[in-house]
T-cell receptor, first 117, second 115 residues
Framework: GENVEQHPSTLSVQEGDSAVIKCTYS??????FPWYKQELGKRPQLIID?????GEKKDQRIAVTLNKTAKHFSLHITETQPEDSAVYFC????????????????FGQGTILTVHP | DVKVTQSSRYLVKRTGEKVFLECVQD?????MFWYRQDPGLGLRLIYF???????EKGDIPEGYSVSREKKERFSLILESASTNQTSMYLC??????????????FGPGTRLTVT
């Protein structure tokens, strides 16, 4: 099955700096890569996603890049703000043993981002 | 508005008890998932269901079972709770036919403590 590795596990930045979180995946057939943000005490929520036919996607201060050849994708947050402090999870939609996925996601280990004012 | 609810926010059970965690979604989604969340380990899939009465094991199914008798409800069962099942349990649902997104919508989580 799919395996997703996420780095770093913790990231501390000053307000206004950029933050980058990286993930690698193992299944070359994976074709959907979302990023979730989980604020303290809250449920994870989708913040941005990218499909395998796109190399980069941007939404205001956040962007995601995908390198299919190297099987890695990254989340970029520019001009960080204290409200960006949260746990971020990457994920990949791979396949189950039968070759289908049913929308099953494999998540990375998470990155605790702290933005200091 | 999308809504996934879980039966309890906090639960304390004793070792050996049978534990039921329930999840309900109101979005008519085919897919439902159960994860456990532990620090440093991310979200690990326990079981998922892609249709009523259909289920598949995830990455860590040992010690758990599931039930999906109705489309909107997905239950996680701990047959005999053990202390190593102390964790945060998250339910999620998604629409597998979403051509623009496979977004999973999460419930608020159940913090289970087994003593």
């Amino acid at each position: 099955g799919e395996n997703v590795e996420q780095h770093p596990s913790t990231l501390s930045v000053q307000e206004g700096d950029s933050a980058v979180i990286k993930c690698t995946y193992s299944d070359s057939a994976s074709n959907y890569f979302p990023w979730y943000k989980q604020e303290l005490g809250k449920r994870p929520q989708l913040i941005i996603d990218i499909r395998s036919n796109v190399g980069e996607k941007k939404d205001q201060r956040i962007a995601v890049t995908l390198n299919k050849t190297a099987k890695h994708f990254s989340l970029h947050i520019t001009e960080t703000q204290p409200e960006d402090s949260a746990v971020y999870f990457c994920a990949a939609k791979g396949r189950n043993a039968g070759g289908t996925s049913y929308g099953k996601l494999t998540f990375g280990q998470g990155t605790i981002l702290t933005v200091h004012p | 508005d999308v809504k996934v609810t879980q039966s309890s926010r906090y639960l304390v059970k004793r070792t050996g008890e049978k534990v039921f965690l329930e999840c309900v979604q109101d979005m008519d989604h085919e897919n439902m998932f159960w994860y456990r969340q532990d620090p440093g380990l991310g979200l690990r899939l326990i079981y998922f269901s892609y249709d009523v009465k259909m289920k598949e094991k995830g990455d860590i199914p040992e010690g758990y079972s599931v039930s999906r008798e109705k489309k909107e409800r997905f239950s996680l069962i701990l047959e005999s709770a053990s202390t190593n099942q102390t964790s945060m349990y998250l339910c999620a649902s998604s629409n597998p036919f979403g051509f623009t997104s496979y977004e999973q919508y999460f419930g608020p989580g159940t913090r289970l403590t087994v003593t």
